[in-house]
């Protein structure tokens, strides 16, 4: 039986969404039933320089989750070929 591999991710993405959104519903109604679970924080922004350097840190996972979702939706690679399988 094949089945489509966007109907595979949409499978797996639909269902992860809607749990993220639950939770983060159940912690904002949380924190506004029992303000003193969740103190505000004070306004320390930091400055400009760690702003930056944080930025630096993420950018490595940030573009590899760029380039294999992109190249999933895009269907410039074939998910055969990204994985390495190329069959026998």
């Avoid at 595979?8 to 639909?14: K, N, S």
């Avoid at 749990?19 to 679970?37: D, M």
């Avoid at 350097?53 to 996972?61: D, G, N, Q, T």
């Amino acid at each position: 039986m094949e089945t489509s591999i966007g109907h595979l991710y949409m499978a797996g993405m639909v269902p992860g969404v809607i749990l993220a959104l639950l939770f983060a519903a159940f912690v904002i109604g949380y924190a506004v039933l029992w303000p003193e679970a969740a103190p505000r924080v004070a306004e320390d922004r930091g400055s400009f320089l760690d702003t930056l350097r944080s930025l630096y840190e993420v950018a490595p996972v940030a573009l590899l989750i760029v380039v294999v979702l992109g190249s999933s939706c895009c269907s410039s690679w074939s998910p055969i070929w990204r994985s390495g399988c190329r069959g026998t």
